[in-house]
């Protein structure tokens, strides 16, 4: 045979294989799409053929997701650590509306309002809705840049992009723990309303005991705003938007959580000018929904000044949470009375 027709069978040879290489691998790419899809590891509501309304116990990140569209809740409570201990049990006894907590530790402003508009999208008309503008909300990145990961696409708007989302190493491992998760005839279950209870965890830290703990805990914040969070404050727009969606009749509070003195700026300082800035924008942004209201808790006094309410500068412990809960639900009711 001559060398030349040798070489062209051989590069025939060659190319069917990798026809047939790439062939096989899309095929078991759009296999596992198709299933992926079809399993809704996190129970989405996006395919229900085997939704139970529920997930296994696992991080609020991606739990979320089945919480945020339960019709069994009208209230929610979004935010991240700093407003994670308003328990939303206590909320509901005191306003009768179902609340479900929502609050994801180290989010800031960007991947809480994609949980807002998640909500937002499965409960067209909720009843009240607790935002919680920490310092986070005073960045001047207009992209609300954070970090720390976070599934953006498993709240996405856009098909294409949740597709995107699932076709991660992660992920595919839900997939196959769902799978043998929903076969099982006693399954164990995410807390359907959220509620995270931080006590037991940072206690096993040592903080509470710990003299280092105390030490930062004690130490000053500075006379100088952190860096990028001296204005201007884009955050405050994007809630303006976000609110354009919530229905006049919706009672939206916002808290400011409370803050160890320590953390507090002296006042006249750069600081302080800063952050009564951000204060003032995040403000005027809420005030545009009719049935809001703003709830200061970073402030000086009494209860900032008393170490046993906080284990560090801006994470507080139940005695704290149970009063900034009972103002919450006061505001509420408050919101929520007929207007003459």
Same mark, same amino acid.
């Given at each position: 045979? *001559? ?10 040879? !060659? ?7 790439? $062939? ?6 759009? $296999? /596992? ?8 590891? /996190? ?14 116990? %696992? ?15 009208? $209230? ?7 407003? %994670? ?24 402003? $960007?991947? %809480? ?19 919680? *503008? ?13 970090? #720390?990961?976070?599934?953006? !696409? ?14 991660? /190493? &992660? ?12 076969? #099982? ?6 807390? &359907?309303?959220? !509620?995270?209870?931080? @006590? ?11 003299? #280092? ?6 130490? *000053?914040?500075?006379d100088t705003p952190d860096p990028r969070k001296a204005g201007p404050f884009p955050a405050a727009e994007r809630l303006r938007a976000a609110l354009a969606q919530v229905p006049a009749e919706t009672a939206v509070v916002a808290v400011q959580p409370p803050v160890y003195h320590a953390g507090l700026p002296r006042p006249g300082t750069p600081r302080a000018?800063? @952050?009564?800035?951000?204060? &003032?924008?995040?403000? %005027? ?51 929520? &009375?007929? #207007?003459?």
């Amino acid at each position: 045979m *001559p060398a030349r027709e040798t070489q062209e069978r051989s590069g025939d040879a !060659w190319r069917g294989f990798a026809r047939l290489l790439v $062939g096989t691998a899309a095929a078991l790419a759009l $296999g /596992y799409l198709a299933l992926a899809f079809a399993v809704d590891p /996190y129970d989405s509501g996006r395919s229900r053929l085997f939704s139970v309304g529920a997930v296994r116990p %696992q991080g609020p990140r991606t739990a979320a997701a089945v919480r945020g569209r339960d019709a069994a809740f009208s $209230g929610a409570i979004i935010g991240n650590s700093h407003i %994670q201990l308003i328990e939303p049990a206590r909320l509901s006894a005191l306003t009768h509306i179902p609340f479900v907590q929502l609050a994801i530790p180290a989010t800031g402003p $960007g991947e %809480q309002l994609s949980v807002l508009d998640w909500f937002l999208r499965h409960h067209p008309a909720p009843a009240a809705i607790v935002l919680a *503008p920490d310092d986070f909300w005073c960045t001047d990145d207009p992209a609300l840049a954070n970090d #720390k990961p976070f599934p953006f !696409w498993l709240f996405a708007r856009d098909l294409p992009g949740y597709l995107r989302g699932l076709m991660r /190493y &992660a992920v595919a491992q839900e997939v196959v723990g769902r799978i043998g998760w929903l076969v #099982k005839t006693r399954r164990p279950l995410a807390r &359907a309303d959220g !509620w995270w209870d931080y @006590e037991p965890d940072y206690l096993n830290l040592g903080f509470g005991r710990d003299p #280092k703990w105390e030490a930062t805990r004690e130490a *000053p914040v500075p006379d100088t705003p952190d860096p990028r969070k001296a204005g201007p404050f884009p955050a405050a727009e994007r809630l303006r938007a976000a609110l354009a969606q919530v229905p006049a009749e919706t009672a939206v509070v916002a808290v400011q959580p409370p803050v160890y003195h320590a953390g507090l700026p002296r006042p006249g300082t750069p600081r302080a000018a800063a @952050e009564a800035a951000c204060a &003032a924008a995040i403000g %005027q942004a809420l005030a545009t929904h009719p049935r809001s209201a703003l709830l200061d808790w970073r402030r000086d006094g009494e209860t900032a000044r008393d170490p046993a309410l906080f284990f560090d500068r801006t994470h507080y412990r139940h005695p704290l949470a149970r009063r900034v809960a009972e103002d919450i639900a006061a505001a509420i009711l408050r919101l929520r &009375a007929p #207007k003459e």
